[in-house]
């Protein structure tokens, strides 16, 4: 029995409105942890704020943050996945369905990039990417919608050969641009290698990593343990506050690639918005995240 577009349908737009609800599991584990670590008192009335903020969102269902971004989907799609219908056309539809039911309503937040008009519809939206997974018979669908506070701070920057203390350097340089504003305690995502696009995504896949999950590589790892503690040496704090809990999370994914090595650097916020689902082909939706 193939999956049908119109389970696609239900399932994508239930996914956007967990995700605008309730935070993931390990990233209130994370807030949870900080609150009892966070040396500075008015940082750790933060986190208080945010985890009972975030408690009574998810109780009331409310949204926990006004900013509900605009929708971003990341689709695996097994080889030997049987689909029923138009998937893209699904998801779409998925989105109007939303805005039509959700309660408490959510506003126009796709914008045009240059006239900067909103609205809830527009070609490209919801902005969907495809990846292949050979020999499985399911589809895995991540939402992470994306807002302003952190979605501004986003960069990428090209090297040729760099040493470490050259990609380190950049990274802080992002951060510290960000300061505050990226609505700390951030997860912080790198790519580096590829070619210019493969990093950028390389760096969104690294903010969907669970908390506390390192790259097996073991140099890659160290890197993101040396950036996580150079980060929460800042002094930001959640929200700006003050304290050490700037950041939940550093991940870094790497690619092979030339002389020319781009570093990409992208950040989520501490709502760390993120649902994932599998859809196998006789109907079970199992919900992971």
Known sequence: MPISSQQIRSVTAQMYEWSLKQIPDDTRATLARFETTETNPTGRKTLAIMLESSDEAKKNSQLVCSDVGFPVYMIKVGSRARIDGNLRQAIEGGFADLVA?????ILQMVTHPLTHKRSYAAPGMPQITFDWVDDADYIEITCSPKALGSGRWAALEIFVYPSMDQIEKYVMECVLRAGSQACPPIVVGVGIGGTFDYA??????????????HNPDPMVASLEERLLKAINATGFGPMGTGGDSTAMAVNVNISHGHGFVPVAVCFNCWINRRTRVRINNDGEVTRYE
């Open 200 to 213: 950028a995504k390389m760096a969104k896949e690294a903010t969907l990593r669970a908390n506390g999950v």
């Open 101 to 105: 039911q959700i309660d408490p309503p």
